[in-house]
């Protein structure tokens, strides 16, 4: 059983920054892409950022220029670090590969005020 731990989050100005971690562990399988979601109040998950095994990396236009996501396979943990953050960025983070194929973690809130 693959577990998805997500941790960073908080609450913060518009224009700060978070970095979010995702701790993968347990039994996994090959995997193609890796990716951060978002799920805000009263709206469908959405995915973020991707980062395949070859390193080329995949955002959201919202937010092309301002997330990074990375990773650190002897860790098994993967990034986002978020700048100049947005109210509407406001949302439960989660990480699970693109297509999603794992259980989902409980996701780390980021919320975002003006």
């Known amino acids: 059983q693959v577990q998805l731990v997500e941790s960073g989050g908080g609450l913060v100005q518009a224009g700060g920054s978070l970095r979010l971690s995702c701790v993968v562990s347990?039994?996994?399988?090959?995997?193609?892409?890796i990716g951060w979601y978002r799920q805000a109040p009263g709206k469908q998950r959405e995915l973020v950022a991707k980062?395949?095994?070859?390193?080329?990396?995949d955002y959201l236009d919202s937010v092309q220029g301002r997330f990074t996501i990375s990773r650190d396979g002897a860790a098994n943990t993967v990034y986002l670090q978020m700048n100049n953050l947005k109210p509407e960025d406001t949302a439960v983070y989660y990480c699970?590969?693109?297509?999603?194929?794992?259980?989902w973690g409980q996701g780390t809130q980021v919320t975002v005020f003006s």
């Open positions: 699970n590969p693109d297509p999603v194929a794992w259980p």
């Open positions: 347990g039994r996994t399988i090959r995997i193609n892409a």
């Open positions: 980062i395949s095994n070859n390193g080329y990396t």
